[in-house]
């Protein structure tokens, strides 16, 4: 028994049900086995002091919310492994200026640039030409600088410590109030300096929107070349990239630990689904479940102690929880239907799942030890792969409308579903940490791609890449 699906979600993965759970019939091919695990880049030693000559971010300054779009594309580095395009309805957003970094040339790579991009993607802010090369002890004439339309600056330079590391330093001007917001020095090896720009973008952003920024976040997908099936993990915005592991049998429902260390995903290298953990730092993993029938779905709970699953073993697909460590799972649900893709509410309360014991499949949700479920998505008569944004207030998830698949929200107090995406072929939608955003899995120029999109749909980023389909994504939590 199956979820009907559209074809092409069909061909790349094998499943006969159109989402990222596979929990049901799967017989991918038989092909010989030789999976590869990851090898480690060099753990993260960024370490962050606030300089006490700088003035500390203002608590009581008034946030900033806007609903703006970004109008214009933006280019990303030369050595980029995507291109961002970020399409949208132009608004009101925060006019920004990023000087070149002092010394940035003789860094590992362009600090200013990616700052200025991540900002860029987020659709919030329009970056205002700042020609010359500015560092945080340069002397800024604030009327000069809001004659060229900005209401921030942003300076700094890169010099290299003797230990081989890099010292980023940058302040942050309030040109509007003539005030300066912020001002600090990270400490990075040459591996890590794009991770150490992602954090100055970071800061950035919460000092002028008051929420917090997400580029220094990860995010998991999986890509197919050919036969060949890829778990990639990189930061935010595509780069930066590890390969968690490689092989010739598919790889799918990669998700995230809280804590973000770890990543569970299903891997049909034993030519059935098997669920395992793997340590995102130096890439052991561990096998999780292997039972009878199909093993899928995986789910943390917000403690990390436990994840949910949807076991087959007792012939029909359930929910089942699991200590981290293993052992037995215990049941959730006891149903004659199929129910599957298991969410945690970020209080770990409840768990929202599909099912199709009404007929067709639908979201609904029970208490996380189980216990009477009770429907939550009532528009349309197909609606699978719930997502729940870290507060809890908002359900994402996959409808179908007409021929196509759409990406729709919906507030969970009671709100009117609303479809987000424009195109026709979207799966897997996944929150960004701060609820800002989605990342999700669609089609666009006959290819699999990546995107990005602000709750209410105004802002979207495309990932594009020079080949591989890419599927599946799962946005990590803060912190790393």
């Known amino acids: 028994m199956g979820f009907e699906g559209a074809p092409h979600t069909a061909a790349w993965a094998g499943s006969d049900y159109r989402g990222t759970a596979a929990a049901l019939a799967y017989n991918p091919r038989q092909r010989a086995s030789s999976t590869e695990l990851w090898l480690p880049e060099p753990l993260y030693t960024v370490s962050v002091n606030v300089l006490p000559s700088l003035s500390p971010c203002l608590p009581n300054r008034p946030r900033r919310r806007l609903l703006a779009a970004l109008a214009a594309a933006a280019a990303a580095p030369a050595a980029a492994q995507f291109r961002v395009e970020i399409t949208g309805i132009g608004g009101n957003q925060i006019p920004v200026a990023i000087a070149a970094f002092r010394d940035e040339d003789k860094a590992p790579l362009p600090v200013s640039a990616i700052v200025r991009a991540d900002l860029q993607r987020s659709g919030l802010f329009r970056i205002v030409d700042a020609p010359g090369s500015f560092d945080e002890g340069s002397r800024i004439v604030l009327a000069d600088w809001r004659g060229r339309g900005a209401d921030a600056l942003a300076v700094g330079s890169v010099s290299r410590l003797a230990d081989g590391r890099f010292d980023l330093r940058f302040k942050l001007w309030d040109l509007v109030k003539g005030e300066e917001l912020v001002g600090q020095s990270h400490a990075a090896l040459p591996a890590d300096m794009r991770l150490a720009a992602h954090r100055v973008a970071d800061s950035i952003y919460q000092n002028l929107t008051g929420e917090r920024g997400v580029f220094a976040t990860r995010i998991a997908y999986v890509t197919r ?112 239907a199929i129910d599957t893709e298991p969410v945690f509410t970020p209080d770990g309360r409840q768990i929202y799942f599909v099912s199709d014991r009404g007929g067709g499949p639908q979201v609904y949700r029970m208490p996380a030890a189980g216990g009477n479920a009770e429907r939550v998505t009532f528009s349309g008569s197909y609606n699978i792969s719930p997502a729940i944004s870290p507060d809890g207030r908002v359900l994402a ?35 960004a940490p701060n609820g800002r955003q989605l990342v999700y899995a669609s089609r666009a120029g006959g290819r699999d791609v990546l995107m990005t999109s602000s709750l209410d749909g105004k802002i979207k980023n495309r990932l594009l890449t020079t080949g591989a389909d890419m599927r599946e994504p799962a946005w990590g939590p803060f912190g790393r």
């Open 225 to 336: 070349a050919g036969s060949r099936y890829t778990l990639h993990v990189t930061d935010a915005d595509g780069e930066g990239g590890q390969i968690a592991l490689a092989s010739p049998d598919p790889i799918i429902s990669p998700a995230w630990s809280p804590n973000g260390k770890e990543l569970a995903y299903v891997s049909f290298e034993s030519q059935k689904a098997v669920v395992w953990v793997q340590d995102v730092s130096n890439g052991q993993r561990r096998m999780l479940a292997n039972f009878r029938g199909s093993n899928s779905a995986p789910a943390w709970s917000p403690d990390g102690r436990d994840l949910a699953l949807t076991l087959s073993r007792d012939a029909v697909a359930q929910l089942y929880l699991m200590s981290r460590d293993g052992g037995t799972p215990r049941r959730l649900t006891t149903s004659p």
């Open 397 to 431: 998830y996959i409808t179908r409308q007409g021929g196509g698949f759409k990406v729709m929200v919906q507030e969970l107090a009671g709100g009117t579903p609303v479809a987000i995406t424009d195109t026709a072929d979207d799966e897997s939608p996944s929150f």
